[in-house]
């Protein structure tokens, strides 16, 4: 049976677009793969730390070297990677918060960008260990931005999860929320056609 990680990555903790739609990409999901497991991750609720001395420093800390604080940092660290890696899908509610993603998930990101534990550099190059992963991205968006400069949210995504081994990505997107009540149903009916192909 397929185990489904959904992330919420939205500031708001209620009405917030990309909790909605992720929401219902999950549930769709669910259907197209019986019997399916779904672990939330909820980065508003259960916010993670912005990197500092103490939590860089463990992950710089050889293991059997750690002090028990940072024995407790790595745990939960790993804690995060060892709920990736036993997703086979993950799908990601990421609004865009001035061109870019959201701090809690940038965070997230910070905890499970681990050298030799997701990741490692070899002699051609880096090399993602996070593989064989289907990841979904339900971005949420006032204005349109998809397709131009302005949208660093998702390259910046790509090359994230690409560096990490999870390659097979697909975007779904609901943008002109913000652009008046036409604008935002019809952003909101592109991006359930969309879930509903999926």
Known sequence: MATILQINSAARSQGAQSTLLVNELTARLQQSNAGATVVTRNLQA????????????????PAGQRTPEQEAINARSEGLIAELQAADIIVIG?????????SQLKTYFDWIARAGITFRYTENGPEGLVKGKKVFVVSARGGKYQGTPNDTQTPYLKSFLGFLGMT??????AEGL?????????????????????
Request: net charge negative; proline share 8%.
């Open 94 to 102: 990421a609004p865009l918060y001035n061109f870019g993603i959201s």
């Open 168 to 173: 097979d990505v697909s975007f779904i997107y």
């Open 46 to 61: 259960e916010p993670l730390p912005h990197l500092d001395d103490a939590i860089l420093g463990t992950f710089f800390t």
């Open 178 to 198: 913000a652009m008046g009540p036409d604008a935002a149903g019809a952003a909101l009916a592109s991006a359930r056609e969309a879930i509903a192909a999926v």
